[in-house]
């Protein structure tokens, strides 16, 4: 069972600002949603035949690359025989 204090803890880890009036309305559905997850635990699926399942992804195509001067001549900035991207920091 989850307690007040264990929804504000975890509401301090994702820094989601709670009011202290919305922590026991939390608490409850947050309660509610474990007891769901109780009763899917006490699904017995192990018998229940395939049904035709497909893989509807195609399959990998090994293809020849494009030569990197094309790639290059497309991107705004090169370095070194690479695409150049703006600094990040």
Known sequence: ????N??????DLADIGM???ELAPFTQQFNAILGYFDI??????GDIP???QVNVMREDVVAP???VEDV???????EDGFIKGPRVM
């Open 72 to 78: 290059l001549r497309n991107a705004p900035a090169s």
């Open 40 to 45: 899917l635990d006490t699904v017995k699926g």
């Open 19 to 21: 009011e202290p009036g």
């Open 6 to 11: 264990d929804v504000e803890h975890i509401a």
């Open 50 to 52: 395939p049904h035709g």
């Open 1 to 4: 069972m989850v307690t007040e």
């Open 65 to 67: 690359a494009l030569p």
